[in-house]
C-alpha cells in the first residue's frame, strides 16, 4: 500500500479523538461595484452580489467534507468593509447593512459574515465614523454579522482619536446585547496590522487589494499539537520545537488539500491557508494545555511567554514548509473563554491580563474574547486597547482586542456565550484611571520601523 | 473528482462476518479493491483497504452511507475518505 496503515491511523486519529478540524472555510468577495449613494439600492446590490457568489459555499465544502473525511466546522464569508462601500451614502445609521449583511447569510447558510469595518489608522473619513457609530446597533440587531476596527499600523502609528471611540463603542455594544452577557462585543474586533486575507472571526474581512472572490483556509488542532507533545518521553525543548513543526505540517498540508479543491470547484481564487492554533471549548483542545504541556505547572505563571514563543514560532514553521499559501494570522490564538485550560488558569489565580498583553507580544493575535467588570470605564477599555495596538505597531505583528466588559458581572463572576465562544471568567482590571492620557486624543506617530523605504 | 481512489478504514471491535459484510457493499457500488490489510492494533480490529472507482459519476455519498450503515451493524467504525487526505498528509 502506498501509505502505511499506521499513518492512517495517524490521521483518524487525529480527527476521531484530537480534534483535527477545518475551522473554518471563507469566501472573500469584493463589494466595491456596490457602491451607491441611495443606500437601498446598496442593500439590494450587497445581498445579490453575495448571494450570487455564495450560493453554492455550503454545498460545496460539505461534498469536499465527505470527500476527505476532515470536519468543516463554519463556512464563512468576509467582504470588503463596509465603510469603503458606503462612503457615499450619506445616512447617519448604516445598521440596514449589517442587516442586509445578516440576512445574505442567513439565506447562503453560512455560519458568520465579516466585513462591518473600518480602516482607520490615520484619521476617519466622514463614513468611517458614521460606520463605527453604527456597530452597538448593528451588533445587537444581527446574529452572523462580526464587525472590525483597523486602529494602528506600524506604517501610520496608532489613530488614539479611533482607540478612544473604540473604548465608548464597546461599552455600548454590551449594554445593547446586556440580555446575552454582552454578547454583540464577541462579535468586534479592534486591529493593529489587520491582515486582508484573515479566514478567522470575528475580524475577517476582504481587504482591498484582494481580488474579487477568492477562498481562505483556517485550520485548526491545538488538540493534535497537544497529543504530540505529551507523547514524548522527557524531551528537550528542541525536541518540542521539532514535534510541533512536523504535526504543523501534517495538519497544514490537509488545509491545502481542501482548500485548493472547494476554490476549484467555486472557480475561485485560493488565497490563504491560516495554519492558527484556534482552540475549542473541548478539553484537551487546548493551547493552554500544550503549555503545560511543556512542563509549566499552570498556564500564566513564569515561564509561559517563552513557552509560547516556542511553540507560535515552530507552528509557523511547520506551516511554511507544508503550504506556500500561508497567510493571515499564522500562530496561535489564546482567547480566553474559547479555550478550556485558560479559564481553568484564570480561576486558579495563574493567568492574569497583565500575563495575557506579554504573551499577545509573542503569539498571533492578541487579547481575546477577555470579559471584564460591566462597570469598567471606557477610557480604560480604551487604554487596554491603545497598550495592545503599541505591541502591534512596535513589533510590526497584528495585534487585537475583543473585550467584553459583561453588564452587571463582577471580578469572579462566569459569563456563558455558548457554542465555540464558550464560558469567560470576568478579570480584574487595574483601577487606577487613563481618563485624562485617552482623553488627549490625536495620533501616537508611526515609530522609527516605519522608516524602512 | 481528480483521482477516484478510496481509503476505506474499518476499526472495532472483530465479529465473525466484517470483511464479508464489508466487501458485500462494495460490490454492490463496483468499488474494486486494489490493496487489502487487516490487524489487531491496541485490541482493535483493524482493516484497512484501498479501493478503487473507475464510474465517472460515483455516487460517494450513497456509499458512505451504506458503508457506515453496514459499520453500525457490526458495531465498528467505517470510513470512506479520499486518498488524497492520507498522501497529503505524509507524504510530499
Given amino acids: ?93 448604516l445598521t440596514s447593512v449589517a442587516q442586509t449583511l445578516d440576512r445574505a447569510a442567513e439565506d447562503v447558510g453560512i455560519d458568520f459574515i465579516g466585513g462591518f469595518s473600518a480602516l482607520v489608522q490615520k484619521g476617519m473619513t466622514p463614513g468611517d465614523l458614521r460606520l463605527i457609530n453604527s456597530i452597538p446597533k448593528a451588533l445587537s440587531g444581527t446574529r452572523k454579522v462580526c464587525s472590525s476596527i483597523n486602529v494602528a499600523t506600524t506604517k501610520a502609528g496608532i489613530n488614539m482619536d479611533a482607540v478612544a471611540l473604540m473604548g465608548r463603542v464597546v461599552r455600548e ?102 495554519l492558527s492554533l484556534a482552540p475549542t471549548p473541548a478539553v484537551g483542545d487546548s ?21 509560547l514563543a516556542l511553540l507560535n514560532d515552530a507552528v509557523k514553521k511547520g506551516g511554511s514548509m507544508a503550504s506556500s499559501s500561508v497567510g493571515g494570522l499564522s500562530g496561535a490564538f ?20 497583565d500575563k495575557l498583553e506579554a504573551m499577545t507580544s509573542v503569539c498571533s493575535v492578541g487579547l481575546d474574547m477577555i470579559a471584564v ?48 465562544l464558550g464560558t469567560a471568567p470576568v478579570m480584574p482590571v487595574n483601577g487606577y484611571s487613563s481618563e485624562k492620557f485617552i482623553a488627549r486624543g490625536g495620533r501616537i506617530p508611526a515609530p522609527i520601523q516605519a522608516l524602512t523605504n | 473528482m481528480v483521482t477516484s481512489r478510496f481509503i476505506i478504514t474499518v476499526i472495532g471491535v472483530d465479529k465473525i462476518g466484517i470483511v464479508a459484510g464489508v466487501t458485500r457493499v462494495m460490490a454492490d457500488f463496483s468499488v474494486n479493491i486494489v490493496d487489502i490489510s487487516q490487524t489487531i492494533m491496541e485490541d482493535l480490529f483493524t482493516m484497512i483497504m484501498l479501493a478503487e472507482v473507475k464510474e465517472e459519476n460515483f455516487d460517494l455519498e450513497s456509499f458512505q452511507k451504506a458503508m457506515s450503515g453496514k459499520g453500525r451493524e457490526f458495531g465498528v467504525d467505517i470510513r470512506v475518505q479520499h486518498e488524497d487526505t492520507f498522501r497529503f498528509m505524509h507524504r510530499i
Fill in chain 1, 334 to 353: 489564546i482567547p480566553v473563554s474559547e479555550d478550556e485550560g485558560m479559564v481553568r488558569a484564570v480561576r486558579r489565580g495563574s493567568l492574569s491580563l
Fill in chain 1, 287 to 307: 493551547v493552554a494545555a500544550i503549555l503545560e504541556a511543556m512542563g509549566l505547572e499552570s498556564c500564566g505563571t513564569h515561564g509561559t511567554t517563552a513557552a
Fill in chain 1, 173 to 274: 455594544t454590551a449594554r445593547l446585547t446586556a440580555d446575552q452577557g454582552g454578547i454583540g462585543c464577541a462579535k468586534l474586533v479592534v486591529f493593529a496590522n489587520a491582515p486582508d486575507d484573515n479566514p478567522f472571526m470575528a475580524g475577517a474581512f476582504h481587504g482591498i487589494g484582494e481580488p474579487e472572490c477568492s477562498i481562505n483556509v483556517g485550520v485548526s488542532g491545538p488538540g493534535v499539537v497537544n497529543s504530540a507533545v505529551r507523547a514524548l518521553e522527557d524531551p528537550s525543548l528542541g525536541d518540542i520545537s521539532e514535534c510541533i513543526k512536523k504535526t504543523a505540517f501534517k495538519i497544514t498540508r490537509m488545509g491545502e488539500v481542501i482548500g485548493k479543491e472547494v476554490a476549484r470547484r467555486l472557480d475561485a481564487n485560493f488565497g490563504v491557508l491560516d
Fill in chain 1, 373 to 420: 467588570p460591566g462597570d469598567t470605564p471606557a477610557s480604560t477599555i480604551s487604554a487596554i486597547i491603545a497598550d495592545e495596538m503599541a505591541i502591534g505597531m512596535i513589533n510590526k505583528k497584528t495585534t487585537a482586542v475583543r473585550i467584553i466588559p459583561a453588564p452587571g458581572k463582577i471580578v469572579g463572576d462566569m459569563v456563558e456565550f455558548g457554542g465555540l
Fill in chain 1, 1 to 93: 500500500m502506498l501509505i502505511h496503515p499506521e499513518e492512517i491511523l495517524e490521521t483518524i486519529k487525529m480527527v476521531s479523538s484530537e480534534n483535527l478540524d477545518i475551522r473554518t472555510v471563507t469566501m472573500g468577495i469584493s463589494l466595491l461595484d456596490c457602491s451607491n449613494p441611495d443606500i437601498d439600492v446598496l442593500n439590494k446590490n450587497i445581498y445579490n452580489k453575495i448571494t450570487e457568489y455564495a450560493h453554492e459555499l455550503v454545498k460545496t465544502t460539505d461534498e469536499v467534507q465527505s470527500l476527505y473525511g476532515i470536519p468543516i466546522i463554519n463556512k464563512r464569508i468576509s467582504v470588503t468593509p463596509i465603510a469603503l462601500v458606503a462612503e457615499s451614502c450619506n445616512v447617519a445609521d
